[in-house]
């Protein structure tokens, strides 16, 4: 583990001790596995009490963890023979968002999502998972691709938000992401949308629109980045943990809107502590989520999804939602 | 409204307020020239010296396009409610009852059947003027009830945007709307449906990236702001200048974003020709 998180500190120095421990019962050849195993079980137990009080601005802090599972991770994992497509035939190909078709489980499905990097080299190339109006349209290009396969489509959301860049202004990502977002309700094969990190704003909606839609346990979804809303709201971007509180942006609060349909548990101390059990638990829920399907892909209509997106965050669901509340 | 003055980056000026010891001049926030009321209101609301467009409210709106006398508001009662118990630097219920007083209006648009040279359009009309005419529930659930009147009745729909983009004090539940209101759109399109978007300044962030963009027709008015990033964010995050004109009308124009700029005292006229060229294919 290299990267702890400010509240991780415990954790940190539970880890370091018991590090020390079995370097010692080596180096010195004695048996301190009593007190390794009561360590160890110290650590299990204060993970499970940090990660069961996380502040919304600490989730904050672990949907951005860099140790994540990444897109590529996921599709690597998922979907092991993939070919991956380029281009939005326009103008480039904007790897902020990555799109490939493999087998899953003997059936071809496309995966489609925001690129965020490993490291500095990886993410200056995927421009930090922030896509351009190219980007967008690559998305909803493979998405079309996606009904001509007659393969179902899973969307991997984790982005800060769509890229704000001249160009970006220029080849209009408000077209791009409102375009998007009108298509996604026609696209005629089933649709689940993840979000597996960052669920920021526009640039996150921009593919987020389906049949079922998934949060990971400690990942977000926001109108806006807390930093961007504190300093609009508040005058003042240190403020930004006071702003996550206010947004409700965590999976609970999303779950409990009822704006999104499940939320997908991580492993203890979050995906970036056990990235194997993370991607084989999305793995299950891709498989779930194909089960479910009770028509083939070739009968398929995206009706539905409309119907779902028009009640939810209507009028009538807010206020019925607003008044049990109070 | 836009002004280059400092540097290339533009900016909304603010709204000069009438003066209460001296209501029928109005000084000009872009030339600074003194402007007799009541003349200005004639001019619709356009400084005859230099040509800076004041804000219209909803109700100028509607007055300067439609017929009179042919307007049926729906849904006006419908009002928000503060379902994320937000404050900031003051309590978004207060917000809203400060927006309410100010507009005389429940909302951030106002939506209706009217009629443009006779012909019958369903119209929402935003008004900057309420908590910066950003969407939240109400306006999205007003765009898409009057999306689907405009499907029922085989009227054309005409939105005209006004605002900052989605509302904060509304979270996510704001985010989708821009769900929403495209969703409702795609589907009265793909019925054959003749959606004409103008955006009037400023139309920015989830407004201009959700139904503001989606028009059959974008039009414009000159010089308004309209972009999806603020032009701030983009200069801090590409540390690059930004181009003269960025985010105007003009600029987006060039680009090929939108259709057209028209001038306030000619939009009626182009959008009844819009109307009447539509009305003469569908028979």
């Excluded at chain 1, 999104?260 to 991607?279: V, W, Y």
């Excluded at chain 2, 003066?19 to 109005?26: K, L, M, T």
């Excluded at chain 2, 429940?106 to 929402?124: F, S």
Aim: charged share 25%; glycine share 8%.
């Amino acid at each position: 583990m290299k990267n702890y998180l400010p509240f991780e500190k415990p954790l940190s120095d539970l880890e370091k001790k018991i590090e020390e421990l079995e370097k010692d019962s080596i180096a010195n050849n004695i048996d301190l596995s009593s007190s390794l195993e009561s360590l160890r079980q110290e650590l299990i137990e204060e993970t499970k009490l940090i990660y069961s009080q996380l502040t919304p601005w600490e989730t904050v802090l672990i949907a951005r963890h860099p140790e994540r599972p990444k897109l590529m991770d996921y599709i690597r994992y998922l979907i092991p023979d993939y070919i991956y497509f380029c281009g939005d035939r326009h103008y480039t190909d904007d790897r902020a968002i990555f799109g490939a078709i493999g087998t899953f489980q003997g059936k071809p499905i496309m995966i489609i999502g925001h690129n965020k990097g490993k490291d500095t080299k990886e993410n200056i190339q995927s421009n930090f998972g922030m896509a351009n109006p190219e980007g967008y349209r690559k998305a909803i290009r493979l998405m079309h691709l996606a009904e001509k396969f007659q393969c179902p489509l899973v969307t991997l959301v984790d982005t800060q938000g769509a890229y704000p860049g001249i160009a970006a202004e220029e080849h209009g990502q408000s077209e791009a992401i409102a375009y998007n977002l009108r298509e996604m309700f026609q696209i005629r094969v089933p649709i689940l949308v993840i979000v597996t990190g960052e669920g920021g704003s526009g640039g996150a909606l921009g593919i987020g629109i389906g049949d079922k839609v998934l949060m990971l346990q400690h990942s977000i979804y926001s109108v806006i980045s807390p930093e961007g809303c504190a300093s609009i709201l508040y005058r003042d971007a240190s403020k930004a943990s006071l702003a996550a509180e206010k947004l409700k942006l965590t999976s609970q609060d999303l779950l409990r809107f009822r704006l999104i349909d499940g939320i997908i548990p991580e492993p203890l101390g979050g995906a970036h502590r056990d990235q194997k059990a993370m991607l084989e638990t999305v793995k299950k829920e891709v498989q779930q989520f194909l089960e479910e399907q009770s028509v083939s892909n070739r009968e398929f209509k995206p009706d539905k999804r409309t119907e779902k997106f028009l009640k939810m965050a209507s009028y009538e669901t807010t206020l019925n939602l607003f008044q049990s509340q109070s | 409204m836009i002004s280059f003055s400092k540097g290339n980056t533009p900016k909304i000026l603010k709204q000069q307020e009438k003066n209460a010891d001296n209501p029928d001049w109005i000084k000009c926030p872009s030339c600074r020239s003194i402007q007799y009321a009541k003349q200005l209101e004639e001019n619709l609301s356009v400084c005859p010296k230099c040509n800076y467009y004041f804000k219209l409210s909803a109700d100028e709106r509607i007055k300067l396009l439609l017929d009179e006398g042919f307007w049926e508001e729906l849904d006006a009662s419908l009002s928000s409610f503060d379902i994320l118990h937000f404050t900031d630097t003051k309590p978004y219920a207060k917000r809203l009852d400060d927006s309410i007083l100010k507009t005389n209006h429940q909302e951030a648009i106002l939506t209706g059947i009217g009629k443009i040279e006779t012909l019958p359009v369903a119209i929402g009309v935003m008004d900057f003027d309420f908590v910066g005419g950003s969407m939240g529930i109400v306006v999205g659930e007003k765009i898409v009830r009057l999306v689907d009147k405009a499907a029922l009745n085989h009227t054309p729909l005409v939105l005209v945007s006004s605002s900052g983009g989605a509302r904060m004090q509304e979270g996510i539940f704001s985010l989708m709307q821009m769900a929403r209101t495209s969703a409702a759109i795609g589907t009265f399109q793909k019925q054959g449906g003749l959606y004409l978007s103008i955006l009037t300044n400023p139309t920015t962030g989830g407004v201009s990236a959700s139904f503001a963009f989606l028009g059959d027709i974008i039009i414009a008015e000159p010089a308004s702001l309209i972009g999806f990033a603020g032009a701030r964010v983009i200069e801090q995050t590409t540390k690059q200048k930004l181009p003269a004109g960025f985010q105007t009308a003009e600029f987006l124009l060039e680009h090929g974003q939108i259709d057209k700029i028209v001038e306030r005292k000619n939009m009626r006229k182009l959008v009844a020709r819009l109307l009447h060229f539509y009305n003469k294919g569908q028979t």
